[in-house]
């Protein structure tokens, strides 16, 4: 148990961050799940629609500390060559 003031209040930052952190992430789980199914669908019209949403978002969560920047560009790199391949095929 923290003693000090100075560890209290870390406490409950840091409960305050998981939870935002956790919502932001689940987020981003739904809407890699919905550009999943456009792409199982080949519906190219949705899984585009998608993926601006998906990339969208990531873009907004790269500036926050919830993911590092080089896993959103991972993230949003594979995604794009995914949908490349639903466009040429």
Excluded at 62 to 86: F, G, M, P, W
Aim: avoid cysteine; charge should be positive.
């Amino acid at each position: 148990m923290a003693h000090s003031l100075s560890a209290k209040k870390r406490i409950r930052q840091n409960i305050t961050h998981r939870s935002r952190n956790r919502g932001r992430k689940t987020r981003i789980r739904e809407l890699e799940k919905a550009f999943d199914q456009a792409l199982l669908k080949a519906d190219l019209d949705q899984a585009q629609l998608q993926f601006r949403k998906l990339t969208g978002y990531l873009d907004r969560i790269a500036l926050t500390s919830t993911l590092h920047k080089n896993t959103v560009a991972r993230k949003k790199s594979r995604a794009a060559r995914r949908l490349a391949q639903l466009q040429t095929s």
